[in-house]
């Protein structure tokens, strides 16, 4: 009996699985679904904590020295002013400047209060500035200065535009420019640049005042001794990419929000699992005379499963495509109409949700291969 080639193989194995519209679109709306969901999840979940560290990416220093309690950037510990010429003076310094970040309470000039964001840069060298959509940098150091970045809370300030005025502590603030920023913050509040003797004058604080210090080496080479020589002196210094993994490991493993992320993708794994690995494995029982018809007119066995394999393969990469694209399309329409919105697609997301896929997939056809492979000809022609 002459033996079935590969390719008229898959295509018999195609048209099985189309042919049954029914099952066929079953398979692909439960794939389709886990995978928007978990998607959807672990997308949200690396918004999140993108903008949890909004401030060090925007600022974009390449070493933060801080307090070792601190745990994120919104977690303030201010230092001492002498860990400022501290610093400076360790050798590989290239310069460093200190940073105020710190809440505020403006009331605008309609009356009512707003929480913001007060980010104090450098006098001198206004280190970590934004970029300027409207006015002038210089304009900073005029009276009451204060830069307004317009990102998703902008609207909050209430038409925040150049010359608009707003009190902060019995202090009069004027808005100089608006600016851009690479991240928006996570909190729920307008973020106002000025310079940092003024961020001393406008707010309150405690006896020590430097919320961090920022660093640049001279060279990169330089990174390791600057931060033994921090260390040495009771404080921790961490490059940019660091603080950025201190801060994701804070939201991850000490607040809710990583359980309850973690939790949710589990459970849209489980949804796909059940929906696709059920609907399959009746789709195999209801071909079950089709297949045992394949192994008798010649049919080997690595034949019917390179079948199924690739029915269960091609059913999951489409839903994948489908999952992927429908979760592209809600997060752009969320993120058009809710500013506030943060999730993010990244290829970390897209690897995850792709080997589940995987799992899925290799599940389901395992039970449909052990039902095929015990197929008797006989038994289904007596029949």
Known sequence: MRQLQMPGIYRIAFKLLVNDRTKFAALLVGITFAVFLMIEMTSLFAGILSRASATVINIGASIWVMDPSVQTVANTIPVPDYVLDEVRSIPGVKYAVPLYSG???????????????????????????????????????????????????????????????????????????????????LFGVPTLYTTYYRAMQYIPNSRFTISYVLVEPKKPADVAAIKRQVAAAGYLALTKDEFIRKISAFYKYQTGIGTNMLIMTLISFIIGLSISGQTFYTFILENIEKFGALKAIGAKGSELVSMILFQATFVSLTGYGL?????????????????????????????????????IASISSYFGVRKVLTIEPFDIFRG
């Open 323 to 359: 999952g992927v694209g429908l979760c592209s399309l809600v997060i752009w329409l969320a993120r058009l109409y809710l500013p506030d919105y943060a999730a993010m697609v990244t290829y970390t997301n897209l690897g995850l949700a792709f080997i589940m896929v995987v799992v």
């Open 103 to 185: 809440a505020a309470l403006l009331k605008l000039h309609d009356g009512t209060y707003q929480a913001a964001n007060v980010i104090g840069l450098d006098d001198s060298s206004l280190f970590g500035r934004p970029q300027l959509i409207s006015g002038h940098i210089e304009n900073i150091f005029a009276e009451n200065a204060f830069i307004a970045v317009d990102d998703s809370e902008f609207y909050k300030l209430k038409g925040a535009n150049i010359g608009a005025q707003f009190e902060l502590n019995d202090h009069r603030g004027v808005i100089v420019g608006t600016a851009r920023v690479i991240s928006s913050g």
